[in-house]
């Protein structure tokens, strides 16, 4: 059974960064694409950010909005995939979401995590 | 960017009802769009890739069709497991956008 387990939501101020973390289960992790996703309160789904395989260079994408600032690794060793945010802002205050994409490198998302919430504010 | 448009953004239905809500691209995406069914304070639920195809273990009471900018997700008879909204998502290109969602209801 693939598992998505999100953690390192928190409370954070204004211009802090935080790491989140998404442990995966049931899945050979280093063959697939992950990506992020999130979902400020009351509002629509918003993608985050994605990282491939390494067999597909292990290359990175990322929405407009957080380019620059947010950072996706992965460690396959570990079965990990993180978000590193950086000068996070109150637009920032969200769930976010881990995904596993349906094949290899084949969007969408099939599998998705519980989400873990960040809270931006002073 | 490619903007994605849903209609109705809301609808109010019964149990057994068809419900069908659309989803239009501001360009051509080919067959490179997704469902999902979001319940409140839960993860989103993949539903439908391709336009049309259903992922794994998604009951066949849900379809979806269209290609190019115009596509539908139909739900056959509705069941009270259905209230919830619904996103579409175009994968066509980066970045990846989402239709504003539906809400149904209960009638």
């Known amino acids: 059974e693939v598992q998505l387990v999100e953690s390192g939501g928190t409370l954070v101020q204004p211009g802090w960064s935080l790491r989140l973390s998404c442990t995966a289960s049931?899945?050979?992790?280093?063959?697939?694409?992950m990506s992020w996703f999130r979902q400020a309160p009351g509002k629509g789904l918003e993608w985050v950010g994605f990282?491939?395989?390494?067999?597909?260079?292990?290359?990175?994408e990322y929405a407009a909005s957080v380019k620059g600032r947010f950072d996706i690794s992965r460690d396959d060793s570990k079965s990990i995939v993180y978000l590193q945010m950086n000068s996070l802002q109150g637009e920032d205050t969200a769930v976010y979401y881990c995904?596993?994409?349906?094949?290899?490198?084949?969007?969408?998302?099939?599998?998705w995590g519980q989400g873990t919430l960040v809270t931006v504010s002073s | 960017d490619i903007q994605m448009t849903q209609s109705p953004s809301s609808l109010s239905a019964s149990v057994g009802d068809r419900v069908t809500i659309t989803c239009r691209a501001s360009?051509?995406?080919?067959?490179?769009l997704a469902w999902f069914q979001q319940k409140p304070g839960k993860a989103p639920k993949s539903l439908i890739y391709a336009a049309s195809s259903l992922q794994s273990g998604v009951p066949s009471k849900f379809s979806g069709s269209g290609s190019g900018t115009d596509f539908t997700l139909t739900i056959s008879s509705l069941q009270p497991e259905d209230f919830a909204t619904y996103y579409c998502?175009?994968?066509?290109?980066?970045?990846?956008?989402f239709g504003g969602g539906t809400k149904v209801e209960i009638k």
């Open positions: 998502q175009q994968y066509n290109s980066y970045p990846l956008t």
């Open positions: 990282i491939r395989s390494k067999t597909y260079g292990g290359t990175t």
């Open positions: 995904t596993r994409l349906r094949g290899v490198s084949q969007w969408p998302p099939q599998y």
């Open positions: 360009q051509g995406i080919s067959n490179h």
């Open positions: 049931g899945f050979t992790f280093g063959d697939y694409g």
